[in-house]
């Protein structure tokens, strides 16, 4: 196999996981293939193939003679944005023109009865064999590629098998309805898929690009490269990812984060591919080609995920094998038993025999899982809730504890002033001061004290020369009334004498996690600016809603113990502090030990622990590395996110036991209805049909999910 290459092809008529499951069986009993995935709900085969011992035209060949078209390459490398499929109207499909050749068939022999009803068995049985042809040879081609016992092969044998005791007219009904059932079938997955192609509509095609000379020019979004600058007037798509370089405006990111709310976007600010701009000029410097913007990842990750199996599509998958075979031999049982037993009528068993094998189709159990995953990871696409795969989409409805990382993720990751406390004049003197000193700073605790005087729009105090800064110690400047200095306790202990009752104000400050910087005058301390990382507006309820699920919450945190007592508790919830990247790794081995553990992070050093988790989870605006190791990423960077997809996870969840006990419970009063006689067979593939529907339908629903508070 060291030949082997990658190898992806679109297929077309493949619309539930019973198709997928009979071309991975035909695929693995092909010489020099391996790794096959299938995907029914992204319609795709990838594989690796030794192109000496298996060519890609033999791979289309046995597509084919399964009943399925192969419509080409995938987009491997995806060099461009992601493109629409160019697809027919279902009514032009080949499994319409089956269910209009079926339907024809059957009228012609209906209409043809009243004629010659002496000719009425002859004429039926001529519209089924006709009918049953194009599923015979399906039938016929499964066995061959090692899946005999598959749904075709059901409907054949009970076709021809009531065509040969004189049931005809059912035979001929049954084939149609068995048309018309894969029909609705490709219908319903056609749905499913245009949740997700529907995202690429979002990204306009065009974009105006500012040129060298400064004037417009209209370019091809595949033509913007990154650094250059783009407009969007009121009412365009952002064209691609980039940050605000000039312009202020409303941006509506409903399309592509779910939030309701229009954000104001200044310089400085983030914008995504395919949000709205609303009602001002923004001039845009790209930072992410259009291959790789926000929307193409949201797409490529869906569809990466609808390839990937759930443990319980699996499991369903496992059953399946099994089930077939097994229903096959109970249907066999039901037109032995009874006749040699205990003297019944054999046609009146053989009939009822039949009955069975149609019942026992597994259409609507192998499609329960699936089809309930492919539309939770749709929902949650269009949410902001990126989740990369069915497994991690199960495992986060059965986690018992969601442990979050600290900076970036339960706080805004930058400090905020919280305290000004004057001990000599007015608060804002204090503020002004301090952030005049600070002004030309660019420490984190400057530029927050910086952004707090600018947000009480005060006048800062004119500065004579430049600040001279002390690494770790404080910051020192010229004013009007002298030198002022900003800096920690310990450079103004070494200073002057701090008397005890400020020495407990600052104590009590750091007792809360907060940072304390200390304002002096010619030795003379002014005043105390407390400032501290604080959590993000929705932490608390984020957290709550994670408790009234009965999930344990816990923060695990690089910084000292006091820091991540004086946040967590705020919160509602324990801590662990000081650790490192590898502390942080054995504390989630500890506790996955009681159950599943979701790692909710953002940085490089949470990339070992998400990693490690049952579920990684990964803040929006976190690092490149921590989208890449989660298995989950939250686009609307909130806390709420967590809750949504444990509470998205558990609704899918209980989406698929619904699928599961409406496929087996139908089928399980039909079996009994059919023993007693009362099931007939148009009865009986109807039955299977309507299940399939009905799965389908519960599935959709997932589509409009919304997490409720």
């Given at each position: 196999?060291?030949?082997?290459?990658?190898?992806?092809?679109?297929?077309?008529?493949?619309?539930?996981?019973?198709?997928?499951?009979?071309?991975?069986?035909?695929?693995?009993?092909?010489?020099?293939?391996?790794?096959?995935?299938?995907?029914?709900?992204?319609?795709?085969?990838?594989?690796?193939?030794?192109?000496?011992?298996?060519?890609?035209?033999?791979?289309?060949?046995?597509?084919?003679?399964?009943?399925?078209?192969?419509?080409?390459?995938?987009?491997?490398?995806?060099?461009?944005?992601?493109?629409?499929?160019?697809?027919?109207?279902?009514?032009?499909?080949?499994?319409?023109?089956?269910?209009?050749?079926?339907?024809?068939?059957?009228?012609?022999?209906?209409?043809?009865?009243?004629?010659?009803?002496?000719?009425?068995?002859?004429?039926?049985?001529?519209?089924?064999?006709?009918?049953?042809?194009?599923?015979?040879?399906?039938?016929?081609?499964?066995?061959?590629?090692?899946?005999?016992?598959?749904?075709?092969?059901?409907?054949?044998?009970?076709?021809?098998?009531?065509?040969?005791?004189?049931?005809?007219?059912?035979?001929?009904?049954?084939?149609?309805?068995f048309a018309v059932g894969e029909l609705l079938e490709t219908v319903a997955a056609g749905r499913a898929r245009a949740g997700i192609e529907a995202l690429i509509d979002l990204v306009p095609r065009n974009a105006l690009r500012i040129t060298a000379?400064?004037?417009?020019?209209?370019?091809?979004?595949?033509?913007?490269?990154?650094?250059?600058?783009?407009?969007?007037?009121?009412?365009?798509?952002?064209?691609s990812d980039g940050v605000v370089e000039d312009g202020s405006s409303e941006v509506n990111e409903a399309p592509v984060t779910g939030e309701s709310v229009p954000i104001l976007k200044e310089p400085g600010a983030k914008v995504y591919a395919g949000?709205?701009?609303?009602?001002?000029?923004?001039?845009?410097?790209?930072?992410?080609?259009?291959?790789?913007?926000?929307?193409?990842?949201?797409?490529?990750?869906?569809?990466?995920?609808?390839?990937?199996?759930?443990?319980?599509?699996?499991?369903?998958?496992?059953?399946?094998?099994?089930?077939?075979?097994?229903?096959?031999?109970?249907?066999?049982?039901?037109?032995?038993?009874?006749?040699?037993?205990?003297?019944?009528?054999?046609?009146?068993?053989?009939?009822?025999?039949?009955?069975?094998?149609?019942?026992?189709?597994?259409?609507?159990?192998?499609?329960?899982?699936?089809?309930?995953?492919?539309?939770?990871?749709?929902?949650?696409?269009?949410?902001?809730?990126?989740?990369?795969?069915?497994?991690?989409?199960?495992?986060?409805?059965?986690?018992?504890?969601?442990?979050?990382?600290?900076?970036?993720?339960?706080?805004?990751?930058?400090?905020?002033?919280?305290?000004?406390?004057?001990?000599?004049?007015?608060?804002?003197?204090?503020?002004?001061?301090?952030?005049?000193?600070?002004?030309?700073?660019?420490?984190?605790?400057?530029?927050?004290?910086?952004?707090?005087?600018?947000?009480?729009?005060?006048?800062?105090?004119?500065?004579?020369?430049?600040?001279?800064?002390?690494?770790?110690?404080?910051?020192?400047?010229?004013?009007?009334?002298?030198?002022?200095?900003?800096?920690?306790?310990?450079?103004?202990?070494?200073?002057?004498?701090?008397?005890?009752?400020?020495?407990?104000?600052?104590?009590?400050?750091?007792?809360?996690?907060?940072?304390?910087?200390?304002?002096?005058?010619?030795?003379?301390?002014?005043?105390?600016?407390?400032?501290?990382?604080?959590?993000?507006?929705?932490?608390?309820?984020?957290?709550?809603?994670?408790?009234?699920?009965?999930?344990?919450?816990?923060?695990?945190?690089?910084?000292?113990?006091?820091?991540?007592?004086?946040?967590?508790?705020?919160?509602?919830?324990?801590?662990?502090?000081?650790?490192?990247?590898?502390?942080?790794?054995?504390?989630?081995?500890?506790?996955?030990?009681?159950?599943?553990?979701?790692?909710?992070?953002?940085?490089?050093?949470?990339?070992?622990?998400?990693?490690?988790?049952?579920?990684?989870?990964?803040?929006?605006?976190?690092?490149?590395?921590?989208?890449?190791?989660?298995?989950?990423?939250?686009?609307?960077?909130?806390?709420?996110?967590?809750?949504?997809?444990?509470?998205?996870?558990?609704?899918?969840?209980?989406?698929?036991?619904?699928?599961?006990?409406?496929?087996?419970?139908?089928?399980?009063?039909?079996?009994?209805?059919?023993?007693?006689?009362?099931?007939?067979?148009?009865?009986?593939?109807?039955?299977?049909?309507?299940?399939?529907?009905?799965?389908?339908?519960?599935?959709?629903?997932?589509?409009?999910?919304?997490?409720?508070?």
């Amino acid at each position: 196999m060291a030949g082997a290459s990658p190898l992806k092809i679109q297929i077309e008529g493949m619309d539930c996981a019973a198709c997928a499951l009979k071309i991975e069986t035909a695929m693995a009993r092909l010489p020099g293939v391996s790794d096959i995935n299938v995907s029914y709900a992204a319609g795709t085969l990838a594989l690796n193939v030794d192109p000496d011992r298996t060519s890609q035209r033999t791979i289309e060949e046995k597509i084919r003679a399964l009943g399925y078209q192969p419509a080409g390459l995938a987009q491997e490398a995806q060099p461009a944005l992601p493109t629409k499929r160019v697809k027919e109207p279902w009514w032009q499909g080949s499994k319409a023109r089956l269910v209009f050749m079926t339907g024809a068939l059957f009228a012609a022999a209906f209409v043809s009865s009243f004629f010659l009803p002496e000719w009425n068995t002859w004429l039926y049985g001529a519209a089924a064999l006709v009918s049953v042809v194009p599923f015979a040879r399906r039938a016929i081609a499964g066995a061959r590629a090692g899946s005999p016992f598959s749904i075709e092969t059901l409907m054949t044998v009970a076709a021809l098998g009531a065509v040969a005791i004189g049931e005809a007219e059912e035979a001929a009904v049954v084939i149609f309805l068995f048309a018309v059932g894969e029909l609705l079938e490709t219908v319903a997955a056609g749905r499913a898929r245009a949740g997700i192609e529907a995202l690429i509509d979002l990204v306009p095609r065009n974009a105006l690009r500012i040129t060298a000379s400064g004037q417009t020019e209209s370019v091809a979004v595949e033509a913007l490269a990154i650094n250059d600058i783009v407009v969007a007037r009121p009412g365009d798509r952002i064209p691609s990812d980039g940050v605000v370089e000039d312009g202020s405006s409303e941006v509506n990111e409903a399309p592509v984060t779910g939030e309701s709310v229009p954000i104001l976007k200044e310089p400085g600010a983030k914008v995504y591919a395919g949000s709205i701009n609303a009602n001002g000029e923004l001039r845009i410097r790209i930072t992410h080609v259009a291959a790789d913007n926000t929307i193409a990842r949201i797409i490529h990750m869906v569809e990466e995920a609808q390839e990937s199996k759930a443990p319980t599509a699996r499991m369903i998958d496992r059953f399946s094998r099994w089930y077939t075979p097994a229903a096959m031999v109970v249907a066999a049982l039901v037109i032995v038993v009874p006749p040699l037993a205990f003297g019944g009528d054999w046609m009146t068993w053989v009939y009822r025999g039949l009955a069975t094998l149609l019942i026992a189709c597994p259409c609507a159990l192998v499609i329960s899982t699936p089809a309930a995953i492919a539309s939770g990871l749709a929902a949650g696409a269009r949410q902001g809730l990126l989740i990369k795969g069915g497994a991690a989409l199960e495992t986060l409805g059965k986690v018992v504890t969601v442990a979050f990382d600290k900076t970036g993720t339960l706080t805004r990751g930058h400090p905020k002033v919280t305290d000004v406390i004057a001990l000599a004049g007015l608060e804002d003197d204090v503020l002004a001061k301090a952030a005049a000193v600070e002004r030309n700073v660019s420490h984190p605790l400057g530029i927050a004290i910086v952004e707090a005087a600018t947000e009480r729009a005060l006048e800062l105090p004119q500065v004579f020369g430049g600040g001279i800064a002390v690494p770790g110690k404080s910051v020192t400047a010229r004013l009007k009334t002298g030198f002022a200095s900003v800096g920690s306790p310990r450079h103004a202990a070494e200073e002057t004498d701090i008397p005890a009752e400020v020495r407990e104000r600052i104590l009590a400050l750091e007792n809360e996690g907060k940072t304390v910087v200390v304002l002096m005058a010619k030795k003379t301390i002014e005043g105390l600016i407390a400032l501290r990382d604080e959590p993000r507006e929705d932490a608390a309820t984020g957290v709550k809603r994670l408790k009234d699920r009965g999930v344990r919450v816990l923060m695990l945190s690089g910084d000292n113990q006091r820091t991540a007592n004086a946040i967590a508790s705020g919160l509602g919830m324990k801590a662990r502090g000081e650790l490192l990247p590898d502390a942080k790794l054995a504390e989630i081995g500890r506790l996955k030990e009681a159950g599943p553990v979701a790692m909710i992070g953002d940085g490089i050093n949470d990339a070992p622990a998400l990693a490690s988790a049952s579920v990684g989870v990964s803040m929006g605006g976190g690092t490149d590395v921590a989208l890449e190791t989660a298995d989950a990423a939250l686009l609307r960077d909130r806390v709420e996110g967590v809750a949504d997809l444990v509470a998205l996870s558990q609704a899918t969840l209980g989406n698929i036991w619904q699928n599961i006990a409406i496929a087996l419970g139908l089928k399980a009063v039909f079996l009994v209805t059919t023993l007693f006689g009362v099931t007939t067979l148009w009865m009986a593939i109807l039955a299977d049909t309507g299940a399939t529907v009905l799965v389908t339908a519960n599935a959709l629903r997932l589509l409009a999910y919304r997490p409720s508070k």
